[in-house]
């Protein structure tokens, strides 16, 4: 099998030769190729040029031979489409007037991807002829929440509090500026498999912060939004939640195809929980790559032998660090190369 027809495969949950490969920030500043294009141009533009865009992602595959190739681009690149003035600094990305009311709310458009972003579908595009059908290509979006939380917050944040005391307060408020987030992204999920993206990714990075009854009611309903027209689209939906050892049993309510785990639950625990309906993708922790390539392959081994001989992908439990040595790196995405799965 060939990475995409081993990625796709394992995404369905189908036999696999071995298991499939690939990281959560795969393309950035851990390689010397990613921080020599970085010099040239700042982040934002790096972004909107489909052709350094594509370069970007494709280094990792060129370096490692991944299963999977993911688009180089940012979450909030739909957020400043739809009138959110989005600034990256040395701690994060910011939003100049954050979104606190619903006024503001209704201030924001859904924008039309092809028009207000056509950078991110021509940058798949390319990547789509590069990869050759060799390499999977994997399209993503952040989820409602997640978004919302940047908007409210006016960038990162700790404690999520701003977001937090909204949701209590002013629910409907919240509730607004999250359909409105579900019907953008929707949009652009549509817009990168029309594109050329062989599966898609939901990233719902802080839901994770919320109590089980806050995230059946303001993440999961959007979540099913996006994540309907992505399958609606004919290719997988893998959903991924930092912290998603108490929302288990509620992200198997999205249907989607494909359950990301991060590395605070074991994947056969999982597995246990949300049965064999689903692939998992996960969940070595990310700081082990900090350390030894020896330790590395052992971490990875032991997910995949968690993981079990069907629907396991093999990944972080969250992106790949900057300071991650190269060997490192390359010990992660060659052990599943030497073991071929076993029933």
Not at 60 to 76: N, Y
Not at 249 to 256: C, D, G, I, R, S
């Amino acid at each position: 099998m060939n990475g995409a027809q081993r990625f796709l495969a394992a995404c369905s949950c189908r036999p696999v030769d071995r298991t499939p490969v690939w990281m959560m920030r795969q393309a950035g500043r851990y390689l010397p190729e990613y921080r020599a294009v970085r010099e040239l141009v700042d982040f934002l533009t790096l972004c909107k040029t489909p052709e350094l865009a594509a370069e970007v992602s494709l280094q990792p595959i060129r370096r490692f031979g991944m299963d999977a190739c993911i688009v180089f681009c940012d979450i909030l690149i739909p957020v400043e489409a739809m009138g959110a003035t989005l600034a990256f600094t040395d701690t994060g990305p910011a939003i100049a007037q954050p979104v606190r009311s619903q006024a503001a709310v209704d201030e924001l458009r859904i924008p039309d991807p092809q028009t207000d972003m056509p950078f991110v579908a021509q940058t798949l595009r390319n990547l789509r002829a590069a990869l050759k059908e060799e390499t999977a290509l994997v399209g993503f979006c952040g989820a409602p929440f997640t978004l919302a939380a940047y908007l409210v917050e006016g960038g990162g944040s700790k404690s999520f509090a701003t977001i937090k005391t909204l949701m209590y307060r002013e629910p409907a408020t919240l509730h607004a500026l999250l359909a409105k987030l579900a019907d953008t992204m929707a949009a652009y999920a549509g817009a990168q498999i029309d594109a050329g993206a062989q599966a898609m990714q939901v990233f719902d990075t802080w839901a994770g912060e919320l109590a089980p009854d806050a995230f059946e009611r303001f993440a999961l309903p959007y979540q099913k939004i996006v994540i309907d027209r992505i399958r609606a689209g004919g290719v997988p939906a893998i959903l991924f939640v930092n912290g998603c050892a108490g929302v288990l049993e509620l992200m198997v309510q999205t249907k989607a195809d494909v359950l990301s785990i991060d590395w605070r639950i074991g994947l056969d625990a999982a597995r246990k929980r949300v049965g064999n309906g689903f692939a998992l993708q996960g969940n070595v922790d990310p700081t082990v790559l900090l350390s030894t390539p020896q330790a590395v392959r052992d971490s990875a081994h032991d997910a995949m032998r968690a993981a079990g001989s069907l629907g396991h992908i093999l990944n972080l439990g969250h992106g790949i660090l900057p300071p991650t040595p190269i060997e490192c790196a390359s010990a992660f995405v060659d052990a599943p190369k030497a073991t071929p799965v076993t029933a």
